[in-house]
Nanobody
């Protein structure tokens, strides 16, 4: 059974940090973090490719977030620094076995259940 299990969410003050983790159980070509803020659509945050580790960050998080992959442990991480209230959302780990269009949630086959991040001012 394919599983993506996120952890690491929580409530932090403005300027705080969190590290989200996603444990995966299959071999994937690409993995990503998406988020869905209250009343808004799901939006891509960070993407990383298994083959070479090449990664992309959305402009809204560039310079504050980092995505990394530990293939030995089958973990993908999202380090989030200098958080602000606009980062409040449910964060999802997503993965696909083939190439995807960048930030296209519909292209990803497998999804985790999500982990909630709340940033309070």
């Amino acid at each position: 059974q394919v599983e993506l299990v996120e952890s690491g969410g929580g409530s932090v003050p403005v300027g705080g940090s969190l590290r989200l983790s996603c444990k995966y159980s299959d071999n994937y070509y690409v993995m990503a973090w998406f988020r869905r803020a209250p009343g808004k659509e799901t939006k891509g945050v960070a993407t990383i490719y298994d083959l070479n580790g090449r990664n992309y960050l959305d402009d809204a998080v560039e310079g504050r977030f980092t995505i990394t992959l530990d293939k030995a442990e089958r973990m993908v991480y999202l380090q989030m620094n200098n958080l602000n209230p606009e980062d409040t959302a449910m964060y999802f780990c997503a993965a696909n076995r083939r190439a995807v269009r960048l930030w296209r949630a519909a292209d990803f086959e497998d999804w985790g259940q999500g982990t909630l991040v709340i940033v309070s001012s």
